[in-house]
């Protein structure tokens, strides 16, 4: 059985004194239950923060939203792997569509932060999705397809077993409109078949899909309940703490 990843990612939202708020309701509303992995991934400047006040968490890890390839150098504005293993970074999202689309990074680009991520022993969540325009085209799964292979070339079975693969449909990123379950589940079926192609079937049976793109209480529950879906990468949704705890809560099926 695979379990459930539920990611919150304030984006480029939250101080320190806001994610200390909302860690201590969410805190509250999640009780003990541990059933589900939550991580947390605020924007850099409250890492440490969300590391000391998670750091008595079972259930609770914490990620950051980007990272570069290089160990160290004149890379101004950018952070290393080592560094945010430093602040007990867990998780950290690669190629996010607003990565992709705002600041160009390519297929090619991810790769190296995945691997370099993966040398650092951190575990990447790789996000991966198609526009509208080449939805309405039929290349969806063409699309996906290329960025499976480039972003995640030359990784082991072993490496490819602890990364975490988010489909995100562009179109459906902060818009409101949301892939239906069935849209999903098909995505995320073809996903997993793809792993198996390039690597092997029971490393594509270990490897966790999630979901991200307007996900919310109201449609987590028929989003999970998918054969596929294995947890859900979540923008607007995570910041508001009651919230992101009902979509946690949901994924369990409560």
């Not at 850099?44 to 008595?56: G, R, Y």
């Not at 198996?196 to 270990?206: F, H, N, Q, Y």
Request: charged residues 25%; glycine residues 8%; contains cysteine.
């Amino acid at each position: 059985m695979r379990k459930k990843i539920i990611a919150a990612n304030w984006k480029m939202n939250m101080s320190c004194a806001e994610a200390a708020a909302y860690l201590e309701i969410l805190f509250r509303e999640l009780g003990q239950d541990e059933e589900v992995e939550v991580v947390i991934i605020p924007p850099f400047t409250a890492i440490s923060k969300v590391s000391e006040l998670v750091s008595h968490s079972q259930q609770v890890k914490v990620g950051a939203q980007n990272m570069y390839f290089e160990k160290a150098g004149a890379f101004t504005g950018e952070v290393s792997a080592a560094m945010l293993r430093e602040l007990f970074v867990r998780y950290v999202v690669l190629g996010h569509s607003e990565r992709r689309a705002i600041f160009g990074e390519s297929d090619e680009t991810v790769n190296k932060k995945t691997r370099a991520a993966h040398e650092a022993v951190l575990k990447p969540i790789v996000c991966i999705g198609e526009t509208l325009t080449e939805r309405e085209a039929g290349k969806v799964e063409e699309v996906l397809e290329r960025q499976i292979r480039g972003s995640l070339a030359g990784l082991g079975a072993k490496e490819m077993t602890e990364t975490v693969l988010a489909y995100e449909p562009v179109w459906a990123i902060g818009t409101g409109r949301t892939a239906s379950p069935a849209q999903a589940q098909e995505a995320h079926a073809f996903i997993r078949k793809t792993i198996a192609a390039v690597w092997d079937a029971p490393t594509a049976e270990k490897v966790r899909i999630q979901y991200g793109g307007s996900v919310k209480p109201e449609n987590t529950a028929s989003l999970m309940s998918q054969p596929d879906i294995d947890g859900a990468l979540v923008g607007g949704a995570s910041l508001d703490p009651r919230a992101f705890a009902q979509i946690v809560q949901h994924s369990a099926g409560k």
